[in-house]
């Protein structure tokens, strides 16, 4: 029975680590990330991959610096380290020890959106299709041999939240699928071309901020891209509002951008973009307020929102 030691952080990592749980492989050890504090209470909160692990009944480590204390994942003499959205680099001590190397579950179609928000990126850049990666690793960030590659089409009306599940479950069947190949010597890999790769490195709040300068399809995009974390926003009155959702409007209208041009049935605030066409924000969020619909925002705030007036 092969030894896998798994290594992953977020809620995309959960469903492969489970898999790998029910399969016919002992699962000798689950690396994370340690605990963080979230939320203003700052309270000290375990990755999801760590509770899976604890219910699971696999130990679990937490190095802050992996570089510092690979040896106790070579301890466990591992034959394979499957990683999948970890957050740190494998030093080259572990890339070598096991017998069947080191393989990652990336969620997008490489040498495409290497980083970490290829999911964010894929809906962010418009792509109307994308996917999952399996790799063998290199010390470069997402830059291994490629062994295996899923595709799956990006709806136009997709989220990040959405695609996030949907490449999670694709990456865990094609590695399902990878792994026997992988230990029968069945796999020839092929290097990236590097001339094509992308990137999409973590959302920083300048790429939340809305730029209502940009086409309609482009806003729209980064809506959706950033839907459910980590929202895009805009303000209005000087005070930030975050927007949850919209749909495209192909009018055109003789507008400026980030102007308010319609209101619509009470129920949607159109607002222009660069290219004179606008977005329909549908579901909003005022500062120190919850999430909600823009009906239920017009109720307390109607007198605020004219036609005319600027977001941005």
Same mark, same amino acid.
């Given at each position: 029975?092969?030894?896998?030691?798994?290594?992953?952080?977020?809620?995309?990592?959960?469903?492969?680590?489970?898999?790998?749980?029910?399969?016919?492989?002992?699962?000798?050890?689950?690396?994370?990330?340690?605990?963080?504090?979230?939320?203003?209470?700052?309270?000290?909160?375990?990755?999801?991959?760590?509770?899976?692990?604890?219910?699971?009944?696999?130990?679990?480590?937490?190095?802050?610096?992996?570089?510092?204390?690979?040896?106790?994942?070579?301890?466990?003499?591992?034959?394979?380290?499957?990683?999948?959205?970890?957050?740190?680099?494998?030093?080259?001590?572990?890339?070598?020890?096991?017998?069947?190397?080191?393989?990652?579950?990336?969620?997008?179609?490489?040498?495409?959106?290497?980083?970490?928000?290829?999911?964010?990126?894929?809906?962010?850049?418009?792509?109307?299709?994308?996917?999952?990666?399996?790799?063998?690793?290199?010390?470069?960030?997402?830059?291994?041999?490629?062994?295996?590659?899923?595709?799956?089409?990006?709806?136009?009306?997709?989220?990040?939240?959405?695609?996030?599940? +949907?490449?999670?479950?694709?990456? &865990?069947?094609? %590695? !399902?699928?990878?792994?026997?190949? *992988?230990?029968? =010597? #069945?796999?020839?890999?092929?290097?990236?071309?590097?001339?094509?790769?992308?990137?999409?490195?973590?959302?920083?709040?300048?790429?939340?901020?809305?730029?209502?300068?940009?086409?309609?399809?482009?806003?729209?995009?980064?809506?959706?891209?950033?839907?459910?974390?980590?929202?895009?926003?805009?303000?209005?009155?000087?005070?930030?509002?975050?927007?949850?959702?919209?749909?495209?409007?192909?009018?055109?209208?003789?507008?400026?951008?980030?102007?308010?041009?319609?209101?619509?049935?009470?129920?949607?605030?159109?607002?222009?973009?660069?290219?004179?066409?606008?977005?329909?924000?549908?579901?909003?969020?005022?500062?120190? +307020?919850?999430?909600?619909?823009? &009906?239920?925002? %017009? !109720?307390?705030?109607?007198?605020? *929102?004219?036609? =005319? #007036?600027?977001?941005?």
């Amino acid at each position: 029975m092969k030894r896998i030691v798994f290594m992953g952080t977020p809620d995309f990592s959960v469903p492969i680590l489970q898999a790998l749980t029910e399969s016919d492989y002992e699962m000798a050890l689950v690396v994370t990330q340690p605990d963080r504090p979230v939320g203003r209470k700052r309270v000290m909160t375990p990755p999801p991959v760590k509770v899976a692990a604890e219910q699971l009944n696999i130990p679990v480590f937490q190095p802050e610096k992996l570089r510092e204390h690979y040896q106790v994942i070579l301890d466990y003499k591992p034959d394979i380290i499957i990683t999948a959205a970890y957050g740190q680099l494998l030093p080259n001590e572990l890339l070598e020890a096991p017998e069947f190397g080191c393989i990652n579950v990336h969620a997008s179609l490489l040498p495409e959106l290497r980083g970490g928000a290829p999911i964010h990126y894929a809906i962010i850049q418009g792509k109307e299709e994308t996917g999952v990666t399996i790799m063998y690793m290199a010390e470069k960030l997402d830059a291994g041999d490629i062994i295996s590659q899923r595709r799956i089409p990006i709806e136009h009306d997709e989220h990040a939240g959405s695609l996030h599940d +949907k490449l999670s479950e694709l990456g &865990k069947d094609l %590695l !399902l699928d990878t792994l026997p190949d *992988i230990f029968e =010597g #069945k796999i020839k890999a092929i290097p990236q071309d590097e001339t094509k790769a992308t990137f999409a490195s973590n959302i920083t709040r300048r790429d939340e901020k809305i730029d209502w300068s940009k086409s309609h399809i482009e806003v729209y995009n980064q809506i959706r891209g950033l839907n459910p974390w980590p929202v895009a926003f805009t303000t209005f009155n000087n005070k930030t509002v975050k927007i949850w959702w919209a749909e495209l409007d192909e009018k055109t209208y003789d507008c400026h951008p980030g102007e308010i041009v319609d209101v619509v049935n009470e129920e949607a605030i159109v607002v222009c973009c660069g290219n004179q066409k606008a977005v329909r924000i549908t579901e909003i969020q005022p500062a120190g +307020k919850k999430r909600m619909t823009v &009906k239920a925002f %017009l !109720l307390g705030y109607r007198d605020e *929102i004219e036609v =005319g #007036k600027k977001m941005g």
